[in-house]
């Protein structure tokens, strides 16, 4: 699946020897203005902007493992230890401050207090990583390295130029795996508690391969090929395809192949989808396919109607209303769809799924949107949210059209 040539091969030179081959002498794109990325650290492939044509002499070459387009995979609390029966106070190793953990996801905030450096020392002597640092990053001695990978060079109006995370994600998952220990950690008072990683004295090694439209496979390959290279101990990738792949076209199967070769454990997200057949994206052998669960915390929210019944909705929600009754309307809430004046100081209870921030520009006082199975987790909002069930949004939609509570 890509090993390296032996001996001294300039691997570089050999992909622009194919490519070489294959682009037309005519075309207004040189062999080295397609090449993308070289992988050349730890495996040998590269990525290429190619026409079908072109991939296929390739992938017909001799020595040639595979050739696939790159895709766009997507992104699959503070009692998540507890949960699994792993409490904070199990006795801890000393050596748990030498393992390098590499986050191959959206990037890491590193001012949040799970990841700050105070009793670490210098990052272990194995690691030969560097850190991209920039105006608005820096590393310290818990994130010891971090690089950002933008395949297409074009950045959306969210997106950060540096490996700072602007989604969340990847400081969620770095938090999950090695944050250090938070106390009195809440969400706006909700959730108090103690937060912490699993191992909160390991260093963290950022590779900031997916952005505000997801992670592409070209970037993936670039960040294995350097984590496995910076001297990683265990590869966390919290990311995957939204269906099963073959896995010689899959860039976390290839990636975690190598790294394994090497002694490096991947921990991969199994999925997000389920429980439905081929769900499972996340399945090679040599990874630890870790799969999504349920908590046991649950944010409910409690409404009551004005004909006095009450309905639980999901939703974290640090706004406090003070027992005020408000009025209730109705709406598709489609884009684009909200009228100012019918909307504002109201509650609006929405058919279809959305972010809250028209609603919230509009002065929404709050929505209730209708879902199909209200799950375990309650995600925050700009303006007051509940998620609920199909029979509490029939009976809220119901008494919202009622003209004679009107």
């Known amino acids: ?41 730890s495996f040998n492939g590269f990525a290429a902007k190619l026409t079908k044509e072109e991939a296929d002499q390739i992938a017909g070459m001799k020595g040639v493992v595979s050739v696939f387009p790159n895709q766009k995979l997507k992104l ?23 393992i390098i953990v590499g986050l191959i996801d959206t990037g890491i905030w ?36 971090a690089k950002f990978y933008r395949t297409d060079g074009k950045f959306g109006p969210a997106d950060l130029k540096s490996p700072r995370d602007s989604e969340g994600h990847g400081t969620h998952t770095a938090s999950t795996v090695a944050g250090d220990v938070v106390s009195k950690a809440s969400y706006a008072g909700l959730g108090m508690g103690t937060a912490r990683g699993g191992v909160p004295s390991a260093r963290i090694a950022v590779y900031k391969a ?16 350097d984590a496995i290279a910076d001297g990683v101990d265990i590869i966390s990738a919290s990311l995957g395809p939204t269906s099963p792949l073959d896995y010689f076209q899959s860039s976390g199967a290839i990636g975690s192949f190598h790294a394994a070769k090497r002694g490096i454990l ?60 408000l009025p209730l309307i109705s709406s598709p809430c489609e884009p684009n769809s ?27 006082a709050g929505m209730i949107i209708k879902g199909v199975h209200v799950g375990d987790v309650g995600g925050s909002f700009p303006l007051a949210t509940a998620f609920t069930d199909i029979y509490a949004a029939s009976k809220v939609y119901i008494y919202a059209n009622d003209d004679s509570v009107k």
């Open 1 to 41: 699946m890509g090993e390296l040539p032996k001996g001294e091969v300039s691997t570089s030179h050999i992909h622009l020897d194919m490519l070489q081959n294959v682009i037309d002498s005519n075309s207004s794109v040189a062999p080295a203005g397609s090449l993308i990325y070289s992988y050349q650290r």
């Open 76 to 98: 699959h609390t503070t009692k998540s230890w507890d949960f699994i029966g792993f409490p904070l106070n199990v006795k801890r190793s000393n050596v748990e401050s030498d």
């Open 110 to 145: 590193p001012e949040s207090e799970s990841f700050s450096d105070k009793g670490f020392g210098p990052p272990p002597a194995k690691w030969k990583g560097t850190c991209q640092a920039s105006a608005d990053f820096k590393c310290n001695n818990k994130i010891i390295g």
């Open 210 to 225: 997916c952005w505000s439209d997801g992670c592409d496979d070209a970037g993936i390959l670039k960040a294995y090929d």
């Open 266 to 325: 991947t921990s991969a997200s199994a999925g997000n989808e389920g429980p439905r057949s081929s769900t499972v994206t996340g399945f090679e052998p040599w990874s630890l396919s870790v799969a999504a669960s349920t908590t046991n915390r649950r944010f409910s929210t409690m409404f009551r109607l004005g004909n006095g019944q009450i309905y639980e909705g999901i939703g974290a929600n640090p706004f406090d209303f003070k027992n005020q009754s």
């Open 338 to 364: 909200l009228d100012e004046k019918l909307v504002k100081g109201k509650i609006v209870y929405c058919e279809i799924s959305n972010d809250g921030q028209e609603l919230a520009s509009a002065g929404a």
